[in-house]
T-cell receptor
Framework: DGGITQSPKYLFRKEGQNVTLSCEQN?????MYWYRQDPGQGLRLIYYSQIVNDFQKGDIAEGYSVSREKKESFPLTVTSAQKNPTAFYLC?????????????FGEGSWLTVV | SQQGEEDPQALSIQEGENATMNCSYK?????LQWYRQNSGRGLVHLIL?????REKHSGRLRVTLDTSKKSSSLLITASRAADTASYFC?????????FGTGTKLQVIP
């Protein structure tokens, strides 16, 4: 099946630890995105990548890092510098076109700091 | 900062009624999209409207875009209980796609 796979679905992290969320897509999309969603809130853009080996900061990049070594993969690391990391994280991808990027989402990863 | 702001934040209607949600944004855009999210799930794309379009239809959905007012509206006609979800607008500025704060719609059977 084509789609976006995020793992793990649920993750618990101790304070001071880094954690990496996985995102893989087999849609052959050029662009990939990471968003954070807090309960009852909208989505906030963390990082996005339009092409392999390139990525840009979104609106809330502090305390996060990403890499884009392969077209299919866009992992997100939540570092210990992120003061309030408990949230729902959504990965997405899009095929770049002149008409605009229709974004396809994974099912999300719930991160809880314990 | 959020590019888009939806209103109302929450909307409760009876099944069969129409639901209208509005989105305002701050800067010029390439296109605007509407998405739906069921609780705890990923978002699903509903409709895209380009900056040079004024209105678009898809099934029971009607979207309008007014670039002079930097606003868009989503109309869901003849609502169903299954339409209960959160709805978000998203703006695309040179492939940077940002989302609004969302409208939580409840359709009462």
């Amino acid at each position: 099946d084509g789609g976006i796979t995020q793992s793990p679905k649920y993750l618990f992290r101790k304070e001071g630890q880094n954690v990496t969320l996985s995102c893989e897509q087999n849609l052959n999309h050029d662009a990939m995105y990471w968003y954070r969603q807090d309960p009852g809130q909208g989505l906030r853009l963390i990082y996005y990548s339009q092409i392999v080996n390139d990525f840009q900061k979104g609106d809330i990049a502090e305390g996060y890092s990403v890499s884009r070594e392969k077209k299919e993969s866009f992992p997100l690391t939540v570092t210990s510098a992120q003061k309030n990391p408990t949230a729902f994280y959504l990965c997405a991808s899009a095929r770049s076109s002149t008409s605009g990027n229709t974004i396809y989402f994974g099912e999300g990863s719930w991160l809880t700091v314990v | 900062s959020q590019q888009g702001e939806e209103d109302p934040q929450a909307l409760s209607i009876q099944e069969g009624e129409n639901a209208t949600m509005n989105c305002s944004y701050k800067t010029s855009i390439n296109n605007l999209q509407w998405y739906r999210q069921n609780s705890g799930r990923g978002l699903v794309h509903l409709i895209l409207i380009r900056s040079n379009e004024r209105e678009k239809h898809s099934g029971r959905l009607r979207v309008t875009l007014d670039t002079s007012k930097k606003s868009s509206s989503l109309l869901i006609t003849a609502s169903r209980a299954a339409d209960t979800a959160s709805y978000f607008c998203a703006t695309d500025i040179n492939q940077k796609v940002t989302f609004g704060t969302g409208t939580k719609l409840q359709v009462i059977p």
